[in-house]
């Protein structure tokens, strides 16, 4: 990925943490990272958005969902209202009322955006504006803009936008939006994950189903730009947090990299290490790093391991058969606009030395294809979250059927880094 592509991400994590320093300081950190009960969060929450809490039928895993910020996910417990909190959650921009101009990362562990981010077809700048940071702008939409409560259940909620965007070549989508939040029991999370083990394991698992419909005349073509929908979750760091990318083995004639590592620059050995059909990548927080896999890399599940509070999570998808496009976030006039990555994880860190990193968080990401949608047509992307805690040898089984590495493995993925 070009140079210039990194300096300009480089420069927006610095300025988005600038323009929150006042809501910011050392003490306010350390809350964020600390480890909150799911109780302690949404009494924070509710001070300043309303909450829907959703649970599922056995009553332990319960999710707090926010119509206010898009029908966002903000945190999960797998065992109750005083269960630990999942969901990483910024509570000094809460606090401090602002509304900033380019972004406001409210946090939460599973939020709907959409893509491009950068190029010709971009929803993020105006059109004839230079790709540069000054002109980059989150679209309201999906930045704080509320969705409509449709329908609401104890164990799900229908939420519902209608919606107009016009991208930088000038083409203006029109379209429904539908997200559906729904807590799985844990009969349905083992279920369908095809799991062996249950004794010994508690979990919070929940679905989104999110849908776009062209209400407009006019069918979305490549030519004038597509757009995807993408969902992103952050969740809180810590020292022994890793994050595990399973990935698709090369085929022969096949000179790519497995994973693109240069989003803010290469990424060190120390943090990103390859293991038996996955990579490892460091989720502490602590230094600002990205990766992401392609389609012919990703596979259709990722996820992360706490070793300290034990606490495997995993995210799976509906990644579709074959190599479909996926739009570009490149921030220049773009030679190949439809050859983005599908998985993405990022840990958040300072942008540098002597500057607050914006959180500190980590993020699980993944992307529907690039959707060429015509009038009255729809295209969707599912998500599953899974929150395990349990006994070690419990969560080892899980870890080694879904992610294909031992618990143990993990662990000592870095033990001879920094």
Known sequence: ??????LVFAILYCLLSCSSEKASNTESRKTQISRNSFQQDIDFLKQYTALLVLQDPDGQGVIAVAPALQGRVMTSSATGQQGRSHGWINRPLFES??????????????RFWLGPEGGQYSLFFEKGAPFALENWRTPRLIDLD?????????????????AKLTNYADFTFEFDIER?????????TFRSLGLDTTKGIRVVG??????????????WRKETGLLSIWLLGMFNPSDETTVVLPYQPKKEGDTGPIVNDVYFGKVPESRLKPGKGVVYFKGDGKYRS???????????LLGAYDSDSKILTIVTYNKPEGLPDYVNALWEFQEEPY?????????????????DPLG??????TSSPALALKSGESGTHIQQTYHFEGEESALNEIAVQLLGVSLEEIENAFSNGQ
């Not at 969705?147 to 259940?153: G, L, S």
């Open 290 to 300: 990205k990766i992401g896999l392609s389609p012919e890399r990703a596979r259709d």
């Open 180 to 188: 559906i939040v729904e807590v799985l029991s844990p009969e349905e």
């Open 339 to 355: 050859r983005g990555d599908v998985v993405n994880t990022y840990n958040d860190g300072p942008p540098e030395p002597g500057k």
């Open 146 to 162: 509320a969705f409509e409560v449709a329908e609401k259940t104890t164990q799900k909620a229908v939420f519902t936008r209608q």
């Open 1 to 6: 990925m070009p140079t210039r592509y990194l």
């Open 360 to 365: 500190p968080f980590y993020e699980l990401e």
């Open 206 to 219: 929940y679905q989104t189903t999110n849908t776009l419909t062209n209400t407009g005349t006019q069918a």
């Open 97 to 110: 009322g602002d509304t900033l101009e380019q972004i406001n990362a409210f946090g939460g562990e599973e």
